[in-house]
């Protein structure tokens, strides 16, 4: 089949009526090149809803206008949507072609009943958001389409499925099943050639075979073939092959595909754990919401690849899509890139989380949205294991586990090369339970805030619930039909249902990111614990606030979202304009993958408050030394460190020297007072020293800095281009008290899709050309419209303006 972009000439508006278009004066539709994120572009509203950062619901509706030659009335004709949010409706001239309810799976109409041969055509697109989503979802078709045109008799749509069943050291079999639709009106007998292909380009096995396919039917294909030496698919070595599919009738070509997929093994069990290749393999895993920051929930390729090397090299080997389907652009970024997948499916089965979310429509449509995420991982060799629910309450009821064995089961019965899991939270699986204490509560006056301030609130008490009996039979059903448990916030079971279930293999699916040198050190000790993910490694738009610092509190906090001007959940370890925060060099360090201490210094202005964390929180610190206007004031300076001992020096003097390593959570912490100039930290190890790192104070001008991730970038609608603007001094030096207004110009072909910084409480809007930046930094994206050079320039008060040139090929 031919594949082409249908991302290009689109409009956009507030959905009108019959009765509205024929009212003068309606405002007229935007011209738009997917992929395309309606809600990012309104404006805030300050009594408006954290949970999906105060931007407004919506309708919106999506047009464009595309010429069909009168050649393809004897092609078939389908119109992909990789994700469109949310409760697509779909019309084609007019007459409904489709729905699709989800709003995070792909979906493919099938347009040839609806077409005008040789003339014009107008697809429509209906998006719905209201009261549906626990974070920000964005809206409207925020992923990439495409027209896709075949022969009457072709391959169909995900009809190649590799697996690679037997790998031994010296070959490897490689299964191909491919799936033959015949949509003309005769029996035909095709041959299909399958190639394999290595990075090289050479082909290293191949099979060819005849197949017969009757009128309206399909068949399917079923190919062995043996891969000498084949060189494996691993997180550090993510090699990867071509599956090449030519089917032919005579001199005739009906269809070719190519497929990119990885040899590689997968083994589990409680004396080995997860094992890749036969190797032992512990899961540094991240939970990631699905927006790109400054530029909202659209999805394109080059932001999504962008995330998946930052987080890699941020100590990461794995990922789990919470809670929804991963993109595609990001398991193709995963496979290149070795990064392990943990995709999954639903935050919700048949009780709402919200008051009109996917819970109205999954009794019907389950089965059709698991089908589509199978179909979309199969052949991606980073995808290791599927999770079929976060947090769902029915796990915790024996009637409402049917639906989990049924999930199960059905992607076994769709992949059975992969493991299946459920991110389970007990508080939920016994929420019936909690719920008539919190009644008994409120009827003493107390207020209720949600399953997030619940679990803030309750502290260690939250612990003694989820190792209670209680805890331990709502849930064995639930966990009795998946291969891998997953805990919610669950580690102090950890120990205790290594005895009580003795097959058990578990994994931390969500954990706080402040509890990961005990978490981690329970995952190195146990072999029926394969690994952590943290909630989260990047932050998110929406759930405004979970992870904020409050000072100076009179008596705890109701809820523990934030209301406008808050706009992200801040508690990635990775920042929304893709900087690492310290909790991130604290994971590497407790990861065993950093040995240089790391510095952190808590803000001065806050020294002398009391500061609450959420259960989800960090530190309110930053790695900086330049704290303009708080000379002689007290600071606290934190350092990160797996070493048995660190000292503090600042501009040479001895503050002090404190015990650090896995003994002491990896950190000391000294009280100093701020003095320009340096602070150095410095590591031992039996009296030795082993490494230092030292920050310096920004001092002199103020200098405006502007670097692009690349300089040169495909002339792609799929490619952006990041450019950080920093403002430092002459030695690089962050100057991260001088924040101000920067402006961004952009020139030649290319536009600015976005613009903004990681504040999470800004009132500013990242779809302006200005905007403030946050301890120093901003970030500003840039969207190729055709090949040429693009050049940014970025200016600011009081400091010399700065141009990046890119090149677009």
């Not at 429509?124 to 549906?132: E, L």
């Not at 039979?473 to 005895?499: C, H, P, Q, W």
């Not at 008596?555 to 406008?564: A, H, K, L, R, V």
């Not at 701020?674 to 002199?700: H, K």
Request: charged fraction near 25%; aromatic fraction near 10%; hydrophobic fraction near 35%.
């Amino acid at each position: 089949m031919i594949r082409n972009s249908f991302n290009a000439d689109w409009t956009v508006g507030p959905r009108t009526t019959y009765f509205a278009e024929l009212t003068p004066g309606n405002q007229p539709p935007k011209s738009v090149t997917l992929p395309h994120d309606a809600m990012w572009e309104n404006k805030r509203l300050e009594e408006g809803e954290s949970n999906i950062a105060c931007y407004p619901d919506g309708v919106y509706e999506y047009r464009k206008k595309f010429f069909i030659p009168a050649e393809y009335r004897d092609k078939r004709v389908t119109i992909e949507f990789e994700g469109v949010y949310n409760q697509a409706m779909v019309y084609i001239n007019g007459d409904f072609a489709c729905q699709h309810p989800f709003g995070y799976s792909q979906f493919y109409v099938k347009a040839d009943r609806f077409l005008k041969y040789g003339e014009e055509n107008e697809i429509k697109v209906v998006a719905v958001t209201h009261k549906d989503s626990r974070w920000y979802s964005g809206a409207g078709i925020y992923r990439n389409t495409k027209l896709i045109v075949g022969n009457l008799t072709h391959i169909a749509l995900d009809g190649v499925k590799v697996s690679t069943p037997e790998i031994h050291d010296d070959r490897a079999l490689v299964s191909v099943a491919t799936v033959i639709e015949n949509e003309g009106l005769g029996t035909l007998t095709a041959k299909v050639l399958t190639e394999i292909v290595d990075a090289h380009g050479t082909v290293v096995a191949r099979d060819e075979a005849p197949i017969t396919t009757f009128a309206g039917e399909s068949a399917t294909l079923r190919q062995r073939m043996l891969v000498q030496t084949p060189k494996l698919w691993s997180v550090d070595h993510p090699n990867l092959y071509i599956c090449r599919t030519t089917v032919t009738a005579g001199e005739n070509l009906l269809d070719e595909e190519s497929t990119n997929f990885g040899i590689r093994s997968l083994t589990l069990d409680t004396e080995q754990g997860l094992c890749i290749n036969g190797e032992s393999i512990k899961l540094r895993g991240a939970c990631i919401h699905h927006d790109n920051g400054v530029i909202g929930a659209v999805t394109f390729d080059r932001a999504e690849e962008r995330r998946v090397e930052i987080l890699k090299e941020a100590g990461f080997n794995a990922l789990r899509s919470s809670h929804h389907p991963m993109s595609k652009a990001m398991l193709d970024a995963c496979d290149r890139l070795g990064m392990l997948v943990m995709d999954e499916s639903f935050d919700m089965w048949t009780s709402t989380k919200s008051e009109y979310d996917y819970a109205m429509h999954f009794p019907l449509w389950w089965e059709k949205d698991i089908q589509a995420m199978v179909d979309k991982d199969y052949n991606h060799p980073s995808v290791i294991m599927y999770s079929i629910g976060n947090e769902i309450p029915e796990t915790g009821s024996s009637i409402g586990a049917t639906w989990g064995r049924k999930l199960a089961e059905k992607i076994r019965s769709l992949d059975s090369t992969r493991f299946v899991t459920n991110s389970v939270n007990f508080m939920l699986a016994i929420m019936s339970d909690i719920a008539k204490q919190t009644a008994e509560a409120q009827s003493q006056g107390g207020e209720a805030g949600g399953i997030n301030t619940m679990m803030n609130d309750l502290g260690d008490y939250m612990s003694q619930i989820v190792a209670s009996d209680l805890s331990t039979t709502k849930t064995a059903e639930s966990f009795a039909y998946v291969d891998i448990a997953g805990y919610n916030y669950g580690e102090s079971r950890y120990l205790m249902d290594k005895e009580l279930f003795s097959n058990r293999i578990i994994v931390g699916s969500e954990t706080f990111a402040n509890r990961i040198d005990k978490n981690w050190k329970l995952v190195k000790e146990n072999t029926h614990l394969i690994g952590d993910f943290t909630w989260t490694g990047w932050d998110y738009l929406g759930e405004a606030g979970v992870g904020r610092v409050h000072y100076d509190l009179d008596g705890p906090s109701t809820y523990i979202q934030s209301t406008y001007p808050w706009i992200t959940a801040w508690v990635g370890d990775i920042d929304i304009i893709g900087d690492r925060r310290p909790s991130s060099y604290y994971r590497e360090i407790v990861f065993g993958l950093r040995k240089e201490p790391y510095i952190a210094v808590q803000r001065p202005e806050h020294y002398s408050k009391k500061a609450t964390l959420s259960s989800w929180g960090w530190s309110d610190s930053i790695s900086s030394w330049s704290w303009n206007g708080h000379e002689g004031e007290p600071i606290k300076v934190e350092v990160y460190a797996d070493a048995e001992e660190v000292e503090l020096l600042v501009n040479g003097q001895l503050v002090g020297k404190a015990a650090a390593g896995e003994a002491n959570g990896f950190k000391a912490e000294f009280d100093t007072v701020y003095e320009a100039g340096e602070v150095t930290a410095v590591a031992y190890i039996g009296g030795e020293e082993t490494s230092r790192t030292i920050l310096y104070s920004a001092n002199g001008t103020v200098i405006l800095k502007a670097e692009a991730d690349r300089m040169e970038i495909a002339a792609s609608e799929n490619d952006l281009a990041f450019v950080m603007i920093s403002l430092v001094d002459g030695q690089g030096s962050l100057y991260n008290t001088a924040d101000r207004k920067v402006s961004v110009k952009v020139e030649g072909p290319g536009v600015l899709q976005g613009l903004g910084s990681a504040k999470p409480d800004s009132m500013e809007h990242f779809f302006d050309d200005e905007h403030t930046t946050f301890d120093g930094k901003a970030l500003a994206v840039v969207r190729p419209t055709g090949a040429g050079t693009i050049n940014v320039t970025v200016t600011a008060e009081n400091c010399a303006s700065q141009t990046v040139s890119i090149r677009t090929i």
